[in-house]
C-alpha cells in the first residue's frame, strides 16, 4: 500500500530553519506531483507548496514564498521543504500529500494520498 512518511519537524525559535522530509513508498514516485499542507490548532489544513513529478515547476502560498523551498529527489521518491527564516505562524502539524494529476493543484480533496504529519513548533 502507499505510505508517506515524513520527518525532520521539531522545536525552532523563531528566524531558525527546519529541513522536512517524506518518504514515499508502494507507488511510482515520479508520476505522482508532490505537496505540503500544514494544519495549525482549530484551523483548517491549509496548502503551503508543490511541486510538479518531473521536479520542473514548484508553486507556494504566499505567505511561504521567499522563506520555504520545495524540492524533490525520484531516485530517493523522497520530497522535501526547506523551511527558512521561521515565524511563530507556521507552528502547525506538517503534512505531505500526492497527487496524480496533469496540472497544478493546491486543493486538499485533489490529493490522492497523505502523510502522518510531522510537528513544527516556532517559539517567539
Known amino acids: 500500500q502507499v505510505q508517506l512518511v515524513e520527518s525532520g519537524g521539531g522545536l525552532v525559535q523563531a528566524g531558525g530553519s527546519l529541513r522536512l522530509s517524506c518518504a514515499a513508498s508502494?507507488?511510482?514516485?515520479?508520476?505522482?506531483?508532490m505537496g505540503w499542507f500544514r494544519q495549525a490548532p482549530g484551523k483548517e489544513r491549509e496548502f503551503v507548496t508543490g511541486?510538479?513529478?518531473?521536479?520542473?515547476?514548484?508553486y507556494y502560498d504566499d505567505s511561504v514564498k521567499g522563506r520555504f523551498t520545495i524540492s524533490r529527489d525520484n531516485a530517493k521518491n523522497t520530497v522535501y521543504l526547506q523551511m527558512n527564516v521561521l515565524k511563530p505562524e507556521d507552528t502547525a502539524v506538517y503534512f505531505c500529500?500526492?497527487?496524480?494529476?496533469?496540472?497544478?493543484?493546491?486543493?486538499?480533496?485533489?490529493?490522492?494520498?497523505w502523510g502522518q504529519g510531522t510537528q513544527v513548533t516556532v517559539s517567539s
Open positions: 511541486i510538479r513529478r518531473s521536479g520542473g515547476g514548484t
Open positions: 508502494g507507488l511510482t514516485f515520479s508520476t505522482y506531483d
Open positions: 500529500a500526492a497527487r496524480y494529476g496533469s496540472s497544478r493543484s493546491m486543493t486538499r480533496k485533489e490529493y490522492d494520498f
